[in-house]
């Protein structure tokens, strides 16, 4: 169930040498829209200037009445933005665009800063007003600043001084730039669509527009795309990180967001070079191996736990069975204020199938548990129907741990796997057993990879000590 | 893929005795959404006056801002409404209510009358004056001009004039009316939430007010919630048909729409009886005894083919695969008029996992085909992600004539299947093998019932003879 | 101030004969936007089939977003209506479009009927449903209930059944119908705009769009313009009223409302064949010829007392000055619910001029009275700003009576001047001294015209017996 | 008429140590609506953060649904923005809010800058980063570039840098500022409510919260107001001028903007310490002194002429009428894109009564001609009612120059007067006689106060040498 899950904070899309750039940057971040609903932004470039349109809600919304799909221009850009609970302005919505000495700058950004607060106040020192408190406007700020007259060094130099985690797109009315910080935690792609260039947070963009996956953007890579091609860029050259930071920083492994797999990105994406819905089965066998049990019917928690009880259930050779059904039509408006409905609840979401579950030893799979309340309410939403046994199997570690590197995640004080045992929770849920995945058994479907993945959400190691 | 599904008409659903009963009828119609996006409607009452709610959209939208659901008062009903191509009119929304001799009525409907224009001119030649076009306002102007001066008569009375499909609510000021017609085409059913009643068009809507389901309205009957409680009564009384019949009309048998079970009901409601999810997997398995295959992969066209496919799956010991995902946020709004982007087509809302497909044997379920072009798309789609054969196994017979008791379908021209053999169909499908349920497959998971089922579509046996 | 001022009903406009038919009415009944802003409404008619477009709200906001003015055909009629403070519904929003046997049928009314009760018992007897509780639904089913096969007869023998005040528009695929009650109680004229015919409640609708001043439709006269031209009936035969009317309903004389001359009709108007401002000018000269006055300064209050104000000034020469400026933004979306804001009232809309009235005596003028609560307000604040005596001159008779005919007036308990003598209203005024204007004085700039005035709300005599 | 008029560029209004500050805001903007009406916003603390509220349109459509009214704190200012033709973005809705070193601040600002473009361009080099094209973003740009650490001290460094026409309001979480420049182009008064300090741009403000007037804001005063009262300083020091300007830029006397009497404030308003209206009334007099004429009718063009014709009649003795009536609902949603249609033009606004024009010698007066296009047509309809004689007479010099401190005008080439002898204007007007007030006339009223006023638009004399 989502809102129980993690939020990632963004998705990105750009593309540079399309006649219809506009078109099919609207049609790139509507393929990205589950990661991220608040708000949703394009620029445009007609080779002079940029044009910005963004605005609250879903892209069909925001774009829906305005002509920016018709906008012509071979550059174009654009972001989705997640929901959060609190301050949601129009303001915060990306890219954001700026005009600095050297020009018209656009920025879009996936990840988080954790050295913000220390950057910001560096910048008002030398007088740098702010008008968001977005991460975002402390990198243009930082470029702007810079010392160095080209504007590729100038990133470069403004990247030194960034800690965290950061996917970014940056366009001039001419130029299209793509950068993956080094550690790689978030994805970024290459995609080529006839002549023209593609980055995407996902290759289901890439797909959307018909644009063919290259590579990914490498962890610590800058890739420039203006009329000479696309040429690769160190985006923080080694030297630099040498005096910034004390011979700390630069990572000595990639640190890729392993939750990409298990719950964020889109089934039918490739990331970091493999298909999400092939791993998301793998771990649903993987499950089966670790903790095994005699059940009638394997039900997933749908949509997140779909991919993982179907691996589930062929490796274990229980029937695979919908036993809660999805209504389609709950949406960000569903508002009921009163106490007696909000009891409702799951119900509005989730409705049993009670000839599936009644008097059957029922294995339930999803994804993850984050706080889990909402879970245990859908536990008890299947018992009511009449389950005989409910085994409750995790497609991923316990979750005990906050993350800083862009996803929207709550204090550790919230999440049920900081502050109880294995068993402690089972008996929270209600559930005969519970079963949750080990790190080990997380890694196993990507360990031939040889790539490194930031656990922290799971075991606490921060790739990057500071936190914001 | 719904575009090139059939629509049904409408979801109706109604409450008696409940202190919050506009609220519990804003979460039925909710849980009704799939039967109808076009508009939504609620009528209150507060014991003396029926009030109107209606809009244009979806439940969440039109009651969004709206004071409806904080509206007192124990008797409610609702009503969505489903969305065609043409004129789309606010006027059209139900439930309509009106002011007659008799008082306040309001009325809401699912199905569709054949013979609305003989009685449209009858009843203009008596003085008549019509706002909409709505076979509903024919029904209450039946109601205001009979003879009868009971209520309850008055609606038997015209009733016995009305000939073909029709699940109604009525209500005033003081009573809830449910009414089948003698076919029983539409379906609608009782439940109970404390002392309150409830009636519905499916059993999704009582469990998310947390009612019981009891049973369903009978073909023919008529119940009378009122504060003596739920009475029933013949809807039109036998006499009634020989006179106006001509001995023809008074049903041998029932003909309940088979393509709620195959399409239209959400999988976790019980239909006629039965649960939806459970039939729509047996049409599955008997769709492997029909059609058997060698093949790799088993995979649905989501979310319609889904149930059919893990039967099929299940019964050919083939692998079920997630071979297509669906991005869930592709609503009414997704609007692109421009040619070369309406191109990207079926690529906006599904998406094919290449690592599923290639160089494999698939198998692809889906529930029926009514024109074939969204179909061929799909076909096209999974081909150039490199399967080796294609199967298409569609878990109804060939649909070959059009509907008139409620469904939004095109004219026989339209129908692929009414000017095509098998061969030619698959053909255009550029498939492998391509294989039908039969009528006889069809009627197997629901024949112990003994239930009459309307196959019209299918075979053109139409249960009326008359058609508007 | 208009907020305590009788409110019109509508406006109507319709248009027979040019090619922008939908255009020239969009336009018509924006320059009649002040006789109703709470709703509008254009029906069209391609030559078979009347389309009807209508919403909440001014006429350039409903018709802002759609396409109504650019459709194509040679006929179109237009409605405004008035803002009332209880439930306004899209349901009232005028004109009603109908089918009937004699096919569609398209109504807008300016009037009110006074025996609406006793006719829709009548024809809720014979069977007739309403859906909303508008008269201009009774006229219709009446019509549609007439024996009368023509279509003109048919309307003869409706009006021929209704009592009170009507100015119509009827509208079919093919003709355009104007029709004025016997009594005429609100205007209705006819221009001509190069070969097409038009018809509005006032001639600056006239203006707009270039048409020229014929004539007024006259009391019982109906016009019905179609490819024939122009050809004018009576309304209701004479042989009718005898049977109807028990010889009482047939008007000896006419009775057209006078406060159209007072407060109703744009200054620009010709109404009843004279032009309002002049009018309205000739009442502030015979005001002092009543109630002379030694004072400073003549200032109106605005814009209601405005033409008044500068006849006053002058015949008695004594300097006209603007002393309260009204804020022109004040629309209809002013809300503040707050108590501690509402106390700021009047200010909102109109500020006092110190340098104008400080230390001066002040005649101030306006149109009428009629709860007298906001007039008091600006008594008060001509006071606070040191006017050194206040003289209220009134430009009609004081209003002690409620209108049936077409005019929203409080309840007779409302109206100051129902319950109170003069110097009970000039002491809650607090003002040095108040005249109103006789009704002979009223009648003297209208009498050479030798026409009979509805003059019921000045002295109760009610031209129609029955109220409803 | 509006259109052909100069537009100022905004309101502002500002409040300090009110319970009700948001509430008051939103009154005092909305008196202040005239001076602009394409965008409205509200800036309020609550004694630690400053939250913006901001829209497109009217301050009742910004502020209708929003609670802003209903926020608590102390503190707040608001300010509403002219609509021009070009670019009209919420981007460039005012007041402004920024984080800088020094913590929050808004701005709100009534001017223009004539060296902006120097200033962005060293702000720039110092790495500044803009968002909008704004002078405002410039003025908080240097503000928080500058070295001096005190707010205030700050404030008049970044002023010392800046020339050109500017009324300022800025706020911090506990302080409200108001500065003019030391010309004094745009006006700005002070006001007490109870214990409460109020800054706004026009007296009317005033009178609506019921604040009384104080003084005016001095040309080149800095008043702050926070909880030790209110204080007078001098906005920028003069020693600051010296070094900057070159001994030049320190005005020797004040250049306030004459065409606040003209044109742009409420009639009710009192502007650099005299009242509008009496001003208006005076220049009306002056002009049939300059340009006496025997006719026999005065009328105005409304509503800019009104005053003006009011005392040009009183003076001339001849009478003063209404000749054109103006539609009222005329707002900014009037739009109508067919050529056909826009030829109705200005009868859309106004509509001449020809019983006070026909054979008539009719002097028409207005307040200034701009371009002339609309002053042309609405010549043309006196003349079309049957006029026997036009003499057009205007209480304002030709308009030769454009405005380059805060007004928004049309480039020189587009001032009729600009390009064509006053014989030339009148043949083009098709009047018999054409008068406008001499420099000297229009001076006259105001000579008394010994305050010297901007003549540049009509004398070329720019007290500033720069133009932007």
Redesign the interface.
Known sequence: MEEDKFKDECGIFGIYGHP?AA?MT??GI??L??RG?ESAGIVTSDGNTLIRHRGMG????VF?NQRV??IEGKIAMGHVRYSTTGGTH?ENAQP??????RGQLAIGHNGNLVNTKYLR?KL????????T?SDSEVI??LI???KMSDLHEAISDALSNVKGAYSLLLMTPNELIGVRDPFGFRPLCIGRLERAYVLASET?AL????AKYIRDVEPGEMVIINRKGLKSYEAVPSYQYDLFTEGKYMPEKEAQCIFEYIYFA???SKIFGE?V??IRKELGRQLVREHPVDADVVIPIP?SG??AA?GFA?ESKI????GL?R???V?R????P?Q??RE?GV??KL??????IENKKVVVVDDSIVRGTTCQKIMKMIRNVGAKEIHLRISSPPIRFSCFYGIDTPSSKELIASNNSIEEIRNFMEVDTLGYLSIDGLLKPVEKHNKAFCLACFNGNYPIKERR
Chains 1, 2, 3, 4 share one sequence.
């Open positions: 219809k078109r609207y049609l509507f393929a829209q589950h609903q879903l892209v069909t919304d829906d799909r018709e129009i954001l665009t700026i005009i600095s000495g106040n008002e020192k030398e007088g740098a007003i702010f008008q408190t243009v700020q702007s600043h810079s289901c797909d959307m527009v018909g889109r089934p039918d298909n819905y092939k949509d779909v991919s179907m062929e029937h695979y069975e919908l059904i209504n389609h039509y949406g408006t569903f508002i009921d009163e007696s409905i409702v119900q509005i409705n049993p199938v009670r000839e599936v």
